[in-house]
């Protein structure tokens, strides 16, 4: 057991440590850097990088790239075609792509369990110097093409797309690299370094993880894919069918950068083909998930079902969505309620994990609350994203759009619903749903406990008098516990919410809508079956994937098998 150290004593044994000789193991020494968050372009008209993102847009409109499987150094494109095709205009194809099969995915798994060995063995400063070569790249030469594949193949404005593919992603490889290379900061008491050396070493984790990235934002299925791969692990990463384009731009680009071929494999597939060839391999050594909670849970099961095959216990990361709220104090103030809530709902066409899809209104306020979202509302464009002035577009397909749908049409049968704004769709072009605003009667209803994923709004108005009844209807409606806001100017009850809405949320705003945290400011994922609340963007993911080595060296000979005591 370590003895307790006072910081005078802390400070001595850190320099003695460095004094030790004959050590045989070695702990990385890397650069010292710092770190800041990535600017975000304004794209205003006329604007350098406004004319850019034009060009990039006209260029990949005008063809459908041929995406291969990669696996190792190899392309590979076989019979089962499939095509990524642009949500706004859903006769247009961006992308021809391909589904790896069963004996592919096997495939894929020994080239990644293969390069792992290697790579792991890659000194970490190497490894960082990729990383930061690749968000360079990510921020000059390859951003306009980043963002053009997003906003064509997922529906994204202009801003939406730089906040995601261009921002966020390039914040991923910064930061993971920086706290990783902050691991390195801790190394263990070494009483008496001249005697004994402890140290702290970080490898992969034997065998592979499965990266398995969503289509709402390109930047995470950067990072599910890339931030095991950082700390030494091999992946086999299958991107979202809708989102195969901008995903290879990133693979492309870290090939660019230096990481090898093999340790990460690009292999798009059918859903229940890839899982199932995952988790049945002995060589899992886990998944890195962002989706749906049955989705999520499927793979758990079948890892438990196979639970004693495994070399390692295969580590589970997901990040599931919510039913998301903003909770309206009767102190809070009007303006900013609407302002923050328009965009939280219906910014990305609700598609957001993070999205407000469920909101709770005093009675005293609504009025106000009413009339400023149906203003706001009607001013919001819906649109190709080619068009700047659209404020949002069509949501990702068909099947989003007929799911969206059901919402809307059982909302216009039900006396316990009542749509004040909005309800229209149409997909004869693209997949285009207007914002829709509904008012419940019912505090309980379906439509304020399950996750719609789409720009719909449900909206329950309370009684002044029960506000403080209501955190348990906040808390247990819904069975997610993702983001969650709360605006007030009332500092008690803000100083009882922070405590009392504790676990609703993994990501907990005050006055500020319950979207749009930043990598290195608001670590992001939460609990319930939102996910295992990992914090992408924070310190400690980048540990998750690492499986730490303590070693202990002696310099001195052990001359003695006998206790003092037993004299």
């Not at 070695?26 to 968050?37: R, Y």
């Not at 009483?191 to 702290?200: F, G, L, Q, R």
């Not at 989705?295 to 998301?324: D, H």
């Not at 999205?355 to 509302?377: D, F, H």
Request: charged content about 20%; overall charge neutral.
């Amino acid at each position: 057991m370590l003895k307790h150290a006072n910081l005078s004593l802390v400070s001595h044994i850190v320099r003695v440590s460095k004094r030790s000789v004959g050590s045989v193991v070695n702990i990385p020494k890397v650069e010292d850097f710092g770190v800041q968050n990535e600017p975000i372009l304004g794209y205003l008209k006329g604007s350098k990088e406004r004319k850019e993102l034009q060009a990039a847009l006209d260029k990949l409109s005008s063809q459908c790239q041929d995406v291969p499987i990669i696996i190792g150094d190899k392309e590979i494109k076989n019979s089962d075609i499939q095509y990524q095709v642009m949500p706004h205009d859903h006769k247009k194809n961006i992308a021809k792509f391909y589904h790896a099969s069963k004996e592919e995915v096997k495939k894929a798994i020994n080239v990644a369990t293969d390069a792992q060995k290697r790579w792991d063995r890659t000194p970490l400063d190497e490894r960082l110097s990729i990383w930061n070569k690749a968000a360079d790249l990510m921020a000059g030469k390859y951003r306009m093409e980043l963002n053009a594949a997003t906003m064509l193949g997922q529906g994204k404005t202009a801003v939406q797309a730089e906040i995601d593919s261009a921002a966020e992603l390039i914040d991923f490889f910064r930061f993971n690299a920086y706290f990783a290379k902050e691991l390195l900061k801790y190394q263990p008491i070494s009483e008496d370094s001249k005697v004994t050396k402890n140290s702290m070493r970080y490898r992969g984790i034997e065998g592979f993880v499965a990266a398995v990235a969503p289509f709402n934002f390109t930047a995470i299925g950067g990072n599910l894919a890339y931030t095991p791969a950082l700390m030494g692990n091999g992946v086999v990463w299958k991107p979202s069918d809708t989102a195969v384009l901008s995903n290879y731009v990133i693979y492309k680009i870290c090939r660019e950068a230096g990481v090898p071929a093999g340790v990460v494999n690009f292999v798009p597939a059918d859903g229940p083909v890839f899982g199932d060839t995952i988790t049945a391999s002995p060589q899992l050594a886990g998944i890195n998930f962002t989706g749906s909670v049955p989705t999520f849970n499927r793979l758990w099961a079948q890892v438990g079902k196979n639970i004693n095959s495994y070399k390692n216990f295969p580590r589970l990361i997901g990040e599931c969505g919510g039913k998301n709220y903003h909770f309206i104090h009767p102190s809070a103030h009007v303006e900013s309620v609407v302002m923050g809530t328009i965009r939280s709902a219906f910014e990305y066409c609700g598609q957001k994990c993070s999205a407000c899809s469920r909101m709770y209104v005093p009675e005293s306020l609504w009025p106000q609350i009413k009339e400023g979202l149906l203003a706001l509302r009607d001013k919001l464009k819906v649109g190709p994203v080619t068009e700047f002035d659209s404020f949002m577009s069509a949501v990702i397909d068909e099947k989003a759009f007929n799911r969206i749908k059901s919402y809307i049409d059982k909302a216009k049968n039900s006396s316990a619903l009542n749509i004040l704004g909005g309800g229209q769709y149409d997909d004869s072009v693209g997949y285009f749903v207007q914002p829709t605003i509904i008012q419940t009667n019912d505090p309980k209803h379906r439509i304020m406990s399950e996750e719609i994923f789409g720009p719909v709004l449900s909206i329950y108005v309370y009684p002044d008098k029960k506000v403080d009844s209501m955190l348990e209807l906040v808390s247990e409606t819904a069975p997610y516990a993702l983001t969650g806001a709360i605006f007030a100017q009332d500092e008690n009850f803000l100083k009882s919410a922070i405590d009392d809405y504790k676990y609703t949320a993994g990501n907990f705003y005050i006055n500020d809508k319950s979207t749009g945290s930043v990598v290195g400011q608001q670590p992001f994922g939460g609990g319930r079956l939102s996910g295992t609340n990992d914090k992408a963007g924070g310190p400690h993911y980048v540990l998750r994937w690492a499986s730490p080595q303590s070693v202990k060296e002696t310099f001195v000979p052990l001359t003695e098998w006998r206790y003092p005591y037993m004299d």
